[in-house]
């Protein structure tokens, strides 16, 4: 059993909703069966006896070989304390080939689970040493590396359970809530709002005690030192015992408290002086070490930061009851649990000698020894919530001190006897005040209870009932899908909106392309999601990024599936039949909101058959009202929009409750050409649609649909159309039968004297399907020009002209069949058969260049 390759599905995918990493896993035939493995499954328990947990059932594992790997990469995951329980194996139509997909919670940890995996199955099948925990603890070493530390996850999770949109921007902890121009963002605990010049304040600690005292804050005076020696003349004219810190210091570096004497306070210095150049000496204030968070106007929560320290039992040695501390399972070496292993260092040493200690001292039983003299949980602190017993005027003083500053989120540290009383009242002051303030103490206190302080912020960000999200429609289907989007987008923008739309020719902002290329994949809608000018998005999503990556959104207002018909794209990444597709691109219907809606063509039974998928409501259009799927939504009150007969001709209506809700003239809609094309009033069912879904205004509907131009400049490669010496030109980058028939339905309602086609075809399709294109082109075009295209995408030269040749062979109408090489060359071939009256479908297949070139001949006299 080998893996070929792993992706990564960063959204909502084929398989679940769920974050998950796709192998394909390819196994011998024997590996087909663990039948023919007698004590395979029994060896893989001994050597991972929890796999059980990550199994639906008590049964046997199921069949093949790729099924324990994708158990094993499960089970590894959730032994390694990962919050996982999905997984699933799948067979392909290549025999012994396997699509095994696994949930994660950090991709890399999710790539290494599956490597680590393999590695257990391979143990179990040659009967080889496994170390599980050694696979275990790398897996938990690497999701405390890579995952967002307690205060940053903090607010994430709180803004998930608001249902804000979150991205994380880096490896780091930025993150990015909501979309386009609701996006925040917070870097840790600060947010974007948080000027640099605050920030700055709050690092420089003689500054921002001249700010607090002019506000009125009591804090402790007093100044800057140059060397250790100027240290000491400080603390002589403080007169009392000091404390000696960094002036730009963070989690309590390089900070020594209650120094005393010459030696104990130059000692200090030279420890500052490791952190910093820049030391401050200021008096020591008795008391416990207070931290208030304040957020917004508020303080949110408050902690008791307590020393590090260890009491005596008359047996143990200070390094040994250290030891028995710090074997706590809430405390580690980093940030991830709720405590930090006491550091014993020369620090501590140096503490323990001031109290007349040495590590191997035996401290009497009851005796309290401190390891350290600062309370920060970073070295070893414990803390305590006092959240409800901080008195009004303290926490009036803690948010002056952060407004003093310029802090949105700002820890506030306070030396004082209690919380109880004012400050003034106990000889108290503040003595720091920090920008992205650390949260565990208050998530997770020591004793007490946690405080909801990630709730708190994102409450400060978002106001009530705002969850970050602007409207956002995608658009899928094999055919049409561009030209709805466009629709989409004009109709929002005649909306007074600034739109972010994508497709497979770009990314356009308020008209304007930003980004070139095919566009139509999870990256680019994401792109336009973190774009603060944007909105409204309006998405074209194609198969091959929902299966390469997922989709680049959790969630949409409006899933628009165009059509499937007989299917594109088929054949590739094991997408082999038009059922298979349409699970493909129902996952847009399966991540609408509860209060959105999926907009189907009930035409077409693929498409209609994904109405029970979408969790918010259905619009359904066709152009026949009797179609069964349209008259029981009719009937039973819902939304339809179909095309019925008007004083003007064709009308497009929408009808909800069993009542018409608006009708609009398709002679007002030149799209259509008066509804004779019948694919563009497919488009404008499909868009009308979903303008009514978004809650457009029927006046602004209207307006975007009579003033809509499809041209080669604002729908490029979308039945443009180009006059050529009295002749007609379409052109068009229909590329499968289904494109190519509605191409031809609305060529047959345009008149014609004699009709050409320029067409190649793209090599990346079944032969079956190049050959159905030119069978329908040669019952409808009396000539037909063939050329190879730039790009054969894996057919050997001659391939598909060979293919298009076949096509032909029973034609009805053509009469004349030329070969050409070059999509130039071709097309000035069929324009040279052109006479005033003609027609002309020319199938590009290089869109720009193409229709540049187009548009320069039809300008020659």
């Not at 925990?133 to 607010?155: M, N």
Request: hydrophobic share 40%; glycine share 10%.
């Amino acid at each position: 059993m080998e893996i070929s390759r792993i992706r990564a599905l960063r959204g909502p995918n084929l398989w679940s909703r769920r974050t998950s990493v796709e192998a394909i896993v390819k196994c011998t035939e024997a590996e087909r069966s663990l039948t023919n493995f007698p004590g395979f499954e029994n060896r893989l328990r001994e050597r991972f006896p929890d796999i059980g947990l990550a199994i639906p059932s008590a049964a046997a594992l199921l069949p093949s070989k790729a099924q324990a790997l994708q158990y094993a990469a499960l089970g590894l995951q959730v032994a390694a304390g990962c919050p996982v329980t999905f997984s699933r194996t799948a067979e392909t139509v290549d025999p012994g080939v396997y699509q095994v997909v696994v949930e994660y919670t950090e991709e890399e940890v999710g790539r290494q689970a599956l490597k680590l995996g393999l590695e257990l199955c391979h143990a179990a099948m040659h009967d080889t040493p496994f170390d599980l925990e050694g696979a275990i603890a790398q897996l938990r070493d690497l999701d405390e590396d890579v995952r967002l530390g307690p205060s940053t996850g903090s607010i994430v999770q709180a803004a998930m359970v608001r249902g804000i949109p979150v991205r994380r921007l880096t490896e780091g902890s930025l993150v990015q809530f909501g979309w386009g121009c609701k996006q925040r963002r917070i870097q840790a605990a600060e947010m974007d709002r948080t000027s640099a010049i605050a920030e700055s304040i709050a690092q420089d600690k003689e500054l921002t005690k001249e700010l607090l005292r002019s506000a009125g804050v009591p804090v402790p005076w007093g100044r800057s030192v140059d060397d250790a020696e100027d240290a000491w003349r400080a603390a002589q004219e403080i007169g009392g015992p000091v404390v000696v810190k960094p002036r730009d210091g963070n989690q309590g570096k390089g900070v020594a408290v209650n120094m005393r004497t010459r030696e104990e306070v130059m000692g200090a210095y030279h420890v500052a002086a490791e952190v910093s150049d820049d030391i401050l000496v200021e008096p020591f204030i008795p008391g416990h070490d207070f931290r208030l968070l304040v957020v917004g106007n508020q303080v949110v929560a408050a902690a008791r930061r307590d020393q590090p320290q260890v009491i005596g039992d008359g047996v143990h040695t200070i390094r040994e009851l250290v030891d028995q501390v710090n074997a706590d399972p809430r405390r580690s070496t980093g940030h991830a649990t709720s405590l930090t292993k006491i550091r014993f260092d020369e620090i501590a040493l140096a503490t323990l000698a001031r109290q007349g200690f040495q590590a191997d001292s035996v401290p009497a039983k009851g005796a309290q020894v401190v390891l350290r003299n600062n309370a920060n949980l970073s070295t070893g602190g414990t803390a305590t919530d006092v959240t409800d017993n901080v008195h009004p005027a303290m926490a009036a003083q803690a948010v002056a001190a952060a407004q003093m500053v310029g802090l949105d989120i700002c820890g506030v540290d306070v030396v004082c006897e209690t919380v109880l009383k004012p400050l003034e009242h106990q000889g108290g002051g503040i003595v720091e005040v920090n920008a992205a303030p650390g949260l565990r103490m208050h998530l997770q206190p020591s004793y007490g209870k946690g405080r909801p302080v990630g709730e708190a912020i994102v409450s400060n960000m978002y106001q009530d009932g705002d969850d970050g999200r602007i409207p956002l429609v995608t658009v899928s289907g094999t055919n049409g899908k561009t030209t709805t989007v466009r629709l989409i987008t004009h109709m929002l923008e005649d909306s007074g909106k600034t739109v972010g739309m994508t497709s497979t020719d770009g990314i356009y902002l308020r008209g304007k392309r930003i980004d070139t290329g095919d566009c139509s994949g999870p990256k680019s809608a994401r792109n336009v999601l973190m774009h603060p000018d944007v909105e409204a998005a309006v998405l074209e999503t194609a198969r091959g990024g929902v299966l390469r990556e997922g989709l680049g959104f959790d969630r949409c207002d409006v899933a628009v599936v165009t059509n499937i018909g007989v299917g594109d794209h088929l054949g590739l990444s094991y997408i082999n039949t038009v059922e298979d597709l349409a699970v493909v691109k129902r996952v847009i219907v399966e991540n609408v909101a509860t209060t959105g809606y999926a907009v189907l063509n009930a035409a077409d039974p693929m498409v209609a058959k994904m109405a029970p998928a979408s969790p918010g409501g259905v619009i359904f259009f066709a152009a026949d009202i009797r179609n069964p799927t349209m008259s029981t939504h009719f009937a039973q009150g819902k939304r339809v929009i179909y095309v019925d007969e008007g004083p003007r001709g064709k009308e497009v209506v929408a009808a909800e409750g069993g009542k018409e809700v608006c009708r609009v003239s398709l002679a007002d809609v030149p799209l259509t050409r008066n509804g004779a094309i019948g694919f563009q009033v497919e488009n404008v069912m499909a868009a009308t649609a979903a303008g009514w879904a978004l809650g457009l205004d029927w006046a602004v509907i209207r307006q975007a649909l009579a003033t809509f131009v499809s041209d080669s400049a604002t729908a490029p490669g979308r039945f443009n159309l180009f006059d050529f010496k009295g002749a007609t030109l379409i052109a068009d980058y229909g590329h499968n039968p289904d494109a190519i028939q509605a191409l031809v339905n609305g060529v047959e309602a345009m008149a014609a004297k004699r009709r050409v086609v320029v067409i190649s075809g793209a090599g990346d399709r079944r032969d079956e399907d190049i050959r159905r294109q030119t069978e329908i082109l040669g019952d409808a075009f009396d000539d037909v020009i063939l050329y190879q295209d730039k790009c054969q995408r894996g057919r050997a030269d001659g391939e598909v002209i060979a293919l298009l040749h076949q096509g032909l062979v029973h034609a009805k109408r053509a009469k004349h069949v030329e070969e050409i090489h070059g999509e130039f060359t071709a097309i000035d071939a069929g324009l040279s058969r052109l006479q005033a009256g003609d027609l002309c479908l020319i199938l590009i297949d290089q869109v720009e260049e193409s229709l540049a070139y187009l548009a320069k001949r039809c300008e020659e006299k």
